[in-house]
């Protein structure tokens, strides 16, 4: 479509209505599809035997949130949002560490309503939307509404630009048909093929000036757990996203100028089935760890009571100081501090800093498993 913007006429992509027209052709789709159901399946069975579910959400939600906002250039780690949480001085720009910790609160909101059986609908989106850019950087830029502006993606304009998303008139009518899609009861598409679609059309209409990337991954999850392919929110690419980025912006594009879903389709299946294999070895890994470090503090005697409290404490926060964690715990200082120690001295802790004020201690072994792949993009 052409679009005036300024004085120059730019040609603007309005992407056609879901499902694609030609249909998709599943002859080469099937086994990956079958795949990727088997792997989603297994992580959700897995999940069910956790002792603590919450607690692997808690911080598989806090990597998600790192990697998806270093996809759009911040440069904040997993640590420096774990400092940020526990009141510490974040050694990430504040910005930085403030875009990732919005990015939590968004995913929180948004399941919290898909959970009190809120639909995932336009009002939710921008309910989202509004908390991702509450605070810091994009404060600026209509957090909660729709564009009301042109907006492109790469160049220093319209005219220069990569791609040029559908003008400001026609983004509630592109969003209001998505929406219309995603709760289509006629289509038989596999939610797991709808979720691919869903995404690439949320990315192309691109509705908000800043932000859209983080939403679009988002609204992945929320359409697995929303039609229950999920129990809980334990599945998200942007590891894979971030590893394959050149193949991702590639294959947005091969849909955009010659409708090539299958290819998107296929890549997005590969990444579905390879990431949940990789929550469910991340997760038993983590709950080996925990077995055997619990057994090293069981072998304390007396003792063991007070550091075992500290312990489920540091599995929530892999990097505490003692003021926090006495508080956060509800215990004296003087108990956390000798239970700090006893974990040092049992390999399981380090003290990080070298100080005798403001100690720093981190259970490294657990970020380590949490840390794989959330190194910042360079």
């Known amino acids: 479509m052409q679009s005036a913007f300024g004085d120059e006429t730019v040609r603007a992509f309005i992407p056609p209505p879901l499902p694609p027209?030609?249909?998709?052709?599943?002859?080469?789709l099937q086994v990956l599809l079958e795949q990727a159901n088997q792997a989603v399946g297994r992580l959700d069975g897995l999940a069910s035997l956790l002792p603590d579910l919450s607690l692997f959400i808690y911080t598989y939600v806090r990597k998600e949130a790192v990697l998806s906002s270093q996809i759009e250039g911040t440069q904040s780690s997993l640590s420096d949002l774990l400092l940020f949480e526990n009141d510490e001085a974040p050694g990430a720009p504040l910005e930085d560490v403030q875009e990732v910790s919005n990015y939590v609160a968004a995913m929180t909101h948004g399941l919290e309503r898909l959970n009190s059986g809120f639909p995932l609908s336009l009002r939710l989106i921008r309910e989202i939307h509004e908390i991702l850019l509450s605070k810091g950087r994009g404060s600026g830029k209509q957090p909660g509404e729709f564009r009301r502006s042109q907006n492109w993606i790469g160049g220093s304009r319209p005219g220069n630009a990569a791609f040029v998303p559908p003008p400001p008139e026609l983004v509630v009518e592109c969003m209001g048909k998505l929406e219309h899609f995603i709760h289509d009861e006629r289509s038989h598409l596999p939610v797991l093929i709808r979720a691919g679609l869903v995404h690439v059309q949320f990315e192309t209409i691109h509705p908000f000036l800043d932000g859209n990337g983080r939403?679009?991954?988002?609204?992945?999850?929320?359409?697995?757990?929303?039609?229950k392919i999920l129990r809980d929110p334990i599945l998200y690419l942007s590891l894979y996203f971030k590893a394959n980025r050149g193949a991702y912006y590639e294959l947005l594009e091969r849909v955009r100028s010659k409708g090539d879903w299958e290819a998107w389709l296929d890549f997005f299946l590969i990444g579905v089935r390879d990431t949940a294999e990789q929550a469910a070895t991340a997760a038993r890994g983590i709950l080996s760890l925990f077995d055997e470090d619990q057994r090293k503090i069981?072998?304390?005697?007396?003792?063991?009571?007070?550091?075992?409290?500290?312990?489920?404490?540091?599995?929530?926060?892999?990097?505490?100081?003692?003021?926090?964690?006495?508080?956060?715990i509800g215990i004296s200082s003087p108990t956390v501090a000798k239970s700090l120690a006893h974990m040092v001295r049992l390999g399981i802790l380090h003290e990080v800093t070298g100080k005798e004020r403001h100690r720093l201690f981190v259970y490294d072994k657990y970020l380590a498993i949490l840390n794989e792949g959330t190194e910042p993009i360079r």
């Open 21 to 28: 027209d030609p249909p998709i052709r599943f002859d080469g």
């Open 215 to 227: 939403l679009g991954r988002l609204l992945i999850t929320f359409m697995l757990c929303e039609q």
């Open 298 to 328: 069981e072998s304390l005697g007396r003792a063991a009571a007070s550091v075992l409290r500290v312990f489920q404490h540091m599995q929530r926060n892999p990097i505490v100081a003692i003021p926090t964690a006495a508080r956060k």
